[in-house]
Structure formats: structure tokens, C-alpha cells
């Protein structure tokens, strides 16, 4: 029987990569933005970005690039955001072409480790000379709209500026939720955060949590010879297998919602891929486009060769060498009947994520409605000068591409530069309910879960619904001209009746 997921994992891995790294170039030459002279005066737009992890850095590039001064605001005393604080040993899950947070980057590997992405993030930062641009140890606390324009903490000495983007990401804290008798434990207990150096050679290994962190602390357990390793999960998520081409066709969904059509990749993928494991699939009910699946193909594998096992279901109580666990069959919701078993365990390690930044630092009349409901996900109604970029969404499927931080950087350096492009506060929140509604009948609510072809098809539609954009096509989609449609505006205000009427959505 033919095996389409076997066949493109069968490919040669040489073909593969040097077609991979050929692409790459392509980008770089096509879509890469040139760093401005040191020298260079710059009379655009001021932005303020919040946060120096790969989208503040990104962003800040695109900015200056474009004639446009920024000042990037970072908490704490290095660049990196996630990537400066988790462990040596996490990498990409998904592969590094849907990686390329800014087109000048350029990975070696299909999947880089931390060091290779940190250094990716530092060669943008020094390469557009944001540097001196950089405020560390500044915490932004309030974020105001002043007469002149934004205020950060209440100081204007820190600057005052016409645009403001939000980078805080969606990784704050370790999340450690509280477990019953997890005092009453005798060995290791530790978030994946620090797991770096943490002894499992030999040892039972228990893993709070079924998402992404879970398969990494899989990783790092087989790699460092752990005996057995039990990931203990709540709820069920779709695994992929990690292969660009598969994650791309399923990233193509320009609906970003389960279809009838759905169940045709989700069979294939219970059939080829899930294959004798299929009962750890979501029960059908539970469609691939509902949530952000899991990138790993050798986790199913692990479970295989007996070195894992997946378990559904959840946790009763610790005690001293181990776990008691309620173990559900698929189907059955949180919570609900099972049967006990005991899972015995050296190292308790939780795979539970983080808590979400705060967007509080905002104006409250952003919060009407709350993200991910703003327009284009990342615009609040009634704030075309405010963008917060990569922390509003909640699940997706896609990639972490330098094509939707530019657009939205673009489209927020438009909407300062010409006063045609602004969608008024009425047209932002019809935008808003218009995608609703078209999404009504979607199993999650319209913002909680969105592809990246839908997600190209917001950016292609914002452009084509306002003429006046239309001459900023090039620029804000591919990054092509740079600012020069403000010489059109110029003369539009010139020659125009001196009433500036702004545009639909």
C-alpha cells in the first residue's frame, strides 16, 4: 500500500537540504531589508517596541529599515525573550524554514538548538544597529496616549512616540500548577524550564503535561538514558509528523477551521503516521484544526520501542516513589471515569508551560473587546498606532515566519504615514464581527484558532477592501519601495480639499 507520509520522509536528506539552504538565499536576497548607515537620519515614524525576544528584534529591524526610529524596551539585562532562559539542549520542533522570524536569518541546521537560534537573534540585533537602541532593565508598567503621543511608565524622558508595538510573547513565567502529595516525594522534582543537568540516566522519569515541552523532555530523557519515561496528559493533541511539507499543506487551510474535507488528512494521519498507536490519536470528535498540534515524529517511535509510554488521564495524588493516576480511555473528558494506576517515578519533571505575559501595561479601552478579538488579531479598535505582535493568539497552525511580523510591522508604519490607509474605530470592530460571523459555526471561537493562509488572507484583504493602500501594496506585503508612497500623500494632502476622510477596514 502506498504511504504518502513515508514517501516525503523518504526523500534524500542531502536533496532536501541543499534545496533548503538554496531557499533561504532566495529569501534573503528577495525580502531582506538593508540594514540603514550608521550615520543615516532618519525622519519616519518613532516606534516604541516592548520586549527584545525574536519579534521586538525582528520588528525593530523592519522598523529602521524603513526609515523609522525605534527605542526597544527589554525587563530584563539580555535579548533572546524564551530563547535566553530555556535549556541548551531545547531546539525547533518545527523546521527552521518556518522559522525565520526575519529574512536575513539564516540557519545551518533543519532544526537548531537554543545557541544557534540566541545567535540568529543577535546577528539582527547587531546587523540593523539596535544596539544603542536597546533600554535594558526598564519594565513597562503603563502605556498612555499623551497629546504629543505615547508615553511609556509616565516618562516622557524615555521618550514620546507615534506608534507603539507590544513583543511580549506568550511565554512568561514556568507554570507549576499544585499536585496533591507533591511534598511527600522523594526524588527530583523540576519544570522543564531547568532541566539542564537535571541526572536521569537510569531512572524513572514521570512528565507532567502532554504539549510541546513534554516531547522535548522525551527528548532530552532518551538522549540522556533514562529508564523509562511516562508523559502523564490531560487532554489529548494532535501529533505531526515533523516534516516542512506535510506542515505547510496543513498551514494551507485559508478557512483556519475544521472542514468537512478535514477528516481526509486527519484519516491519512491516523492510518500512515499514528498507525498501531492510533488509539493515542484524539477521539474523531476532535478535529486537527481545533488546536496547536504537537511537531514530533519520533515520539510515537520512543512509545514503540518501549522506551515511553503516552498516558491519558489524570493525576490523583504523589507520593513518595511515584504517582497514582486515574488513566481515562480516549473520549472520556477531564475528570472523568478511569481506573487507578500507580506510575512509578525517580524524576518528576513539569512539561506545563508558562503563564501568558500581561498586556495590562495597555490603555483599559484596548480590552473592548479583549485579544485575540482586535483587528487583524493585533490591533485594538480605535488604536491603529498600537500593534502587539505574536502575543495575542492562542493556537495556530503555521510557522513563526519573517512574512507576518514584517506585514504587521509594515501595515502600523503605513497607517502612521498616511492618514488615507487608517481604518476608522466602527470599520476595526466590524472587521472583527464580519470574521466571526464567518467562522460561526467553527468548533472554537473565530479568534482562538487560525492558519497562516487565513492569516495571509486577512493581510491580502485589509489591502484590497481601502484604494488608498492599494500603492502601498508592495511595501507593506513583500517590504518592496520602503516609505516612498509618502510622497504620494504628500501631494494628496496638497492637492486634496484639505479633509482627510480615512478609509473602509
Request: proline share 7%; with cysteine; glycine share 10%.
Amino acid at each position: 500500500m502506498f504511504d504518502p507520509l513515508a514517501f516525503l520522509t523518504s526523500l534524500p536528506s542531502s536533496l532536501l537540504f541543499r534545496i533548503y539552504t538554496s531557499s533561504q538565499r532566495i529569501i534573503t536576497h528577495l525580502f531582506s531589508p538593508k540594514p540603514p548607515p550608521s550615520t543615516a537620519y532618519s525622519d519616519g515614524p518613532k516606534i516604541a517596541i516592548i520586549g527584545a525576544g525574536l519579534t521586538g528584534i525582528s520588528a525593530a529591524a523592519h522598523c529602521v529599515s524603513h526609515d523609522s526610529n525605534v527605542v526597544i524596551f527589554e525587563q530584563t539585562s539580555n535579548i533572546g525573550g524564551i530563547w535566553a532562559r530555556v535549556n541548551s539542549s531545547s531546539g525547533l520542533q518545527i523546521h527552521s524554514i518556518m522559522y525565520r522570524f526575519h529574512p536575513s536569518v539564516s540557519y545551518n541546521k533543519e532544526y537548531p538548538k537554543r545557541d544557534a537560534i540566541l545567535e540568529q537573534i543577535k546577528g539582527v540585533w547587531e546587523r540593523y544597529g539596535l544596539q544603542k537602541k536597546t533600554r535594558f532593565g526598564i519594565k513597562v508598567r503603563k502605556v498612555r496616549k499623551g497629546y504629543s503621543g505615547w508615553i511609556i511608565n509616565d516618562d516622557p524622558g524615555l521618550g514620546i512616540f507615534d506608534g507603539v508595538i507590544a513583543a511580549v510573547g506568550t511565554c512568561g513565567e514556568p507554570k507549576i500548577p499544585p499536585v496533591k502529595g507533591m511534598e511527600d516525594f522523594s526524588g527530583t522534582k523540576v519544570h522543564s524550564e531547568h532541566l539542564e543537568g537535571i541526572d536521569v540516566a537510569g531512572k524513572n522519569v514521570a512528565v507532567i503535561g502532554g504539549s510541546a515541552s513534554a516531547v522535548e523532555v522525551l527528548e532530552y530523557a532518551a538522549a540522556h538514558g533514562a529508564k523509562k519515561v511516562h508523559i502523564l496528559s490531560r487532554s489529548d493533541k494532535w501529533i505531526i509528523p515533523r516534516n516542512p511539507v506535510i506542515d505547510i499543506l496543513l498551514s494551507c487551510n485559508v478557512f483556519g477551521a475544521e472542514l468537512y474535507a478535514s477528516i481526509i488528512p486527519e484519516f491519512l494521519l491516523r492510518k500512515f503516521f499514528y498507525r498501531d498507536l492510533e488509539d493515542l490519536a484524539p477521539a474523531k470528535k476532535q478535529g486537527l484544526w481545533e488546536g496547536t498540534p504537537i511537531v514530533n515524529s519520533q515520539v510515537l517511535e520512543q512509545i514503540r520501542q518501549g522506551k515511553a509510554k503516552w498516558l491519558r488521564g489524570d493525576i490523583e495524588h504523589v507520593s513518595k516513589k511515584g504517582m497514582h493516576y486515574n488513566l481515562r480511555a480516549k473520549g472520556v473528558p477531564e475528570g472523568g471515569p478511569g481506573h487507578s494506576m500507580f506510575v512509578p517515578a525517580d524524576v518528576i519533571i513539569y512539561a506545563t508551560g508558562y503563564t501568558r505575559p500581561s498586556l495590562g501595561f495597555l490603555p483599559d479601552d484596548c480590552f473592548d473587546p479583549p485579544p485575540p478579538n482586535w483587528y487583524l488579531q493585533t490591533f485594538p479598535p480605535g488604536h491603529v498606532d498600537l500593534c502587539a505582535e505574536n502575543c495575542t493568539y492562542v493556537n495556530a497552525i503555521g510557522t513563526v515566519g519573517h512574512f507576518h511580523i514584517g506585514v504587521y510591522t509594515r501595515l502600523l508604519l503605513m497607517f502612521l504615514t498616511d492618514p488615507l490607509t487608517r481604518p476608522p474605530e466602527g470599520a476595526m470592530r466590524f472587521w472583527v464581527k464580519f470574521t466571526g460571523a464567518l467562522k460561526s459555526r467553527a468548533p472554537t471561537k473565530a479568534f482562538d484558532f487560525f492558519t497562516y493562509a487565513e492569516l495571509c488572507w486577512w493581510f491580502l484583504e485589509c489591502i484590497v477592501v481601502n484604494p488608498f493602500r492599494w500603492k502601498w501594496a508592495p511595501f507593506v506585503l513583500l517590504g518592496w519601495g520602503g516609505l516612498r508612497p509618502a510622497n504620494i500623500v504628500r501631494k494628496e494632502k496638497r492637492y486634496g480639499s484639505g479633509r482627510l476622510e480615512v478609509g473602509p477596514w
